[in-house]
């Protein structure tokens, strides 16, 4: 069964960056789309950023666009989240997961790592 373990999290102030890993097990990482997740205390888990197969397209929602960079490693089995500009509306738990669809669908995300907290104090 595949894994996946996200690090990187931490507690920053506005305005910082954090860089997001996650790293998978298997042998076809490079299948899949990745995503990235996260959920806020008391929120659903929403849709944050996902990257092809291939690295070469990448897609995300709107409240981190400009400020979020997603990128994949396929030689190291692992995807990234760059988040630069960070707002305390950003403070949440952050899965990494995996798709075989592009154009990402939220709902063919699965495989979820364990995730890693996000807390960006004002």
């Known amino acids: 069964q595949v894994r996946l373990v996200e690090s990187g999290g931490g507690l920053v102030q506005a305005g910082d960056s954090l860089r997001l890993s996650c790293v998978t097990s298997?042998?076809?990482?490079?299948?899949?789309?990745m995503g990235w997740f996260r959920q806020a205390p008391g929120k659903e888990r929403e849709f944050v950023a996902a990257?092809?197969?291939?690295?070469?397209?990448?897609y995300y929602t709107d409240s981190v666009k400009g400020r979020f960079t997603i990128s994949r490693d396929n030689a190291k089995n692992a995807v990234y989240l760059q988040m630069n500009s960070l707002k305390p509306e950003d403070t949440a738990v952050y899965y990494c997961?995996?798709?075989?669809?592009?154009?990402?669908?939220?709902?063919?995300?699965?495989?979820w790592g364990q995730g890693t907290q996000v807390t960006v104090s004002s």
């Open positions: 990257v092809s197969w291939s690295g070469g397209s990448t």
């Open positions: 298997g042998r076809t990482f490079s299948s899949y789309t």
């Open positions: 997961a995996r798709s075989s669809t592009w154009p990402p669908q939220v709902a063919s995300f699965g495989s």
